[in-house]
């Protein structure tokens, strides 16, 4: 039994977009259970939610070899306080949140601790380093995958890993039917244009070091495809302006 009394969920989410979707989901688990207590790694989004935050997860993300080795201090420091925390405190359930290097270590503390691990969103090992389900298997409670191939590409493994899937988290957050006249209307987007969605990252580390390339390429790309239209849908987590600012110092008109 955990230290608090009350049902106690430690939950794990390191970058932006899993922020967001362990924000909905602790909403969704409060409506359930208000006395739940959750603590753990999150963003802005998850202390909103009402979850303790131990570590905030701007302090995790990390891109390149560079940003890995100079955050490797403070990203060592929450696994071993995140281990502590399984322990020393006993949570009813750690709740991981992608972010599959830190998390498939962390989920290897939970089950040496006893405490059921659920893995929601699925590292994707479908894509690389397929290697891992096994390992996974060994650690993990329940897996909820958001993809519905996930939840056949677990069972074909041969692994007994329980699998559910749940669907994706952002169609709760955008409108299924959206007027095109409209959208077309609001962007000045014609029939006859290619659009060409850039998707820079969540971070501005990131997005300082990948949109100029972008910008570039489309540049490159508009000189024998002059009816090219791009959207930059941009991260709760990073300024307008400072995409404005990136754009406009680009070589594109």
């Not at 979707?21 to 939610?49: C, P, Q, S, T, Y």
């Not at 290897?108 to 996974?136: D, E, G, M």
Request: aromatic share 8%; glycine share 6%.
């Amino acid at each position: 039994m955990n230290s608090y009394g009350s049902r106690y969920v430690l939950i794990v989410a390191g970058e932006a977009s899993g922020d967001l979707h362990g924000a909905n989901l602790v909403k969704a688990m409060k409506e359930l259970d208000r006395d739940i207590m959750f603590r753990g790694i999150g963003g802005d989004k998850m202390v909103i939610a009402g979850v303790d935050i131990v570590t905030h997860a701007s302090q995790m993300a990390a891109v390149g070899l560079t940003e890995v080795f100079s955050r490797a201090g403070s990203i060592i420091n929450a696994y071993f306080s995140m281990r502590s925390i399984l322990k020393k405190e006993q949570p009813d359930l750690l709740i991981l949140i992608d972010y599959p290097g830190f998390n498939i270590s962390l989920a290897h503390a939970a089950k040496k601790f006893n405490v059921p691990v659920l893995y929601y969103i699925s590292p994707q090992l479908w894509a690389w380093r397929s290697n891992r389900v096994h390992k996974l298997a060994k650690r993990v409670s329940k897996m909820a995958v958001i993809l519905p191939f996930e939840k056949d590409f677990y069972l074909k493994t041969g692994t007994d890993i329980p699998v559910e899937y749940v669907g994706h988290p952002l169609l709760d957050q955008v409108p299924l039917f959206m007027n095109r006249m409209a959208i077309e209307k609001e962007y000045d987007i014609k029939k006859e244009d290619i659009i060409i969605t850039l998707m820079p990252g969540s971070r501005d580390e990131e997005v300082t070091k990948l949109l100029p390339d972008m910008l570039e390429a489309i540049r490159l790309i508009s000189s024998k495809l002059p009816n090219i239209k791009c959207i930059v849908p941009v991260a709760h987590t990073i300024s307008q302006d400072h995409i404005k600012k990136i754009i406009e110092s680009s070589r594109l008109n």
